[in-house]
C-alpha cells in the first residue's frame, strides 16, 4: 500500500474505533487489568524467519527495523537490569512433510506454510540477532498460535511467581493475539507493548490492539512498560 492508502486506513480505522469505544463504555468493557508486582517478557516469534525478508512470514520490514526491535531492545536492557523473567518464543517444526502419515503441524499447514519453518533450518526460527537471548533467558519452542497452548509456559511462570506479562512480537492478529487471550484465562495480567507488535498486513497491529484493550488486556507504549519495570526496580532498592 502506498503511503497515501496506509494514512486514510488509519483515519477510517480511527472513526471505526471512537464510534465502537462509545458503544463499549455504554457496556462496560474496556476496563483495566492493570500491572502486576511481578513481570515477565514474552516475546513471540521475533525470529528471522518473521524479522527478516525474504520468508513468507516475513512482517512490515519498515516497522519492524525502526519500531519492534529498538523497543524490543529497550524492554530487553529494562527487564535485564531488574533481574525479570524473560522468554523468548519462537515456532519451528520437525516433520514437516504435508504428505506424511504423521506430522506435528497438526493441520495449520493446510491453511498456512508452516511447513517451510523447519526445525533442521535452526537460522530460520532463531531469535533475531538484535535481540538474541543472553544467559538466565528462557527460549520456548510452540507449535501452535498460542505460546500457552501445549507448551509449558504457565507452569513456568507461576513457578516463578509471576502474575503479569508483557507481550510483544508478531503477528497482532494471530500468535500474539492468542497468547493475550490464553495469557488472562489462565490468569495472568495481559499487557500488550504497543510499538513492539507487528504484522504483514496493513491495519491488522491498529485492529487488534483496539480489541484487546477493549477485551483481553490493557495496551502501553513501550516508554510506559519501561518506567514500570523501572519504578519496580526503584521500590525494591528502597525496600532494601
Known amino acids: 500500500m502506498s503511503d497515501v492508502d496506509a494514512k486514510e486506513l488509519d483515519r477510517l480505522l480511527q472513526q471505526a474505533f471512537d464510534t465502537a469505544s462509545k458503544l463499549y463504555k455504554e457496556r462496560g468493557f474496556q476496563r483495566r487489568v492493570g500491572f502486576g508486582t511481578r513481570p515477565a517478557l514474552i516475546s513471540v516469534d521475533l525470529a528471522n524467519a518473521w524479522t527478516r525478508p525474504g520468508n ?5 520490514q519498515e516497522k519492524m527495523d525502526n519500531e519492534i526491535i529498538p523497543g ?13 523473567p524473560v522468554v523468548h518464543v519462537t515456532t519451528a517444526y520437525e516433520i514437516t ?3 506424511a502419515d504423521f506430522t506435528d503441524m497438526g493441520l ?16 530460520l526460527w532463531a531469535i533475531d540477532s538484535r535481540i538474541a537471548p543472553v544467559e538466565g533467558e528462557y527460549t520456548l519452542l510452540k507449535k501452535r ?13 507461576r513457578a516463578n511467581n509471576v502474575d503479569t506479562i508483557l507481550v510483544t512480537g508478531v503477528t497482532a492478529c494471530a500468535c500474539v493475539r492468542q497468547t493475550i487471550c490464553d495469557g488472562i484465562a489462565d490468569g495472568f495480567r495481559t499487557i500488550a507493548v504497543k510499538e513492539a507488535i507487528g504484522d504483514r498486513v496493513p491495519g491488522a497491529v491498529a485492529w487488534n490492539l483496539f ?13 510506559e512498560c519501561v518506567a514500570y519495570i523501572d519504578g519496580l526496580a526503584a521500590r525494591k532498592m528502597a525496600a532494601e
Open 56 to 60: 513468507p512470514f516475513t512482517c512490515d
Open 72 to 84: 524490543m531492545q529497550k524492554l530487553l536492557k529494562a527487564f535485564r537490569a531488574a533481574h525479570l
Open 97 to 99: 512433510d504435508r504428505n
Open 108 to 123: 495449520w499447514h493446510n491453511k498456512i506454510p508452516v511447513d517451510v519453518v523447519d526445525i533442521k533450518n535452526k537460522d
Open 145 to 157: 498460535a498460542s505460546s500457552f497452548h501445549g507448551t509449558e509456559l504457565a507452569g513456568i511462570l
Open 211 to 223: 480489541d484487546i484493550d477493549a477485551k483481553f488486556g490493557d495496551v502501553h507504549t513501550v516508554d
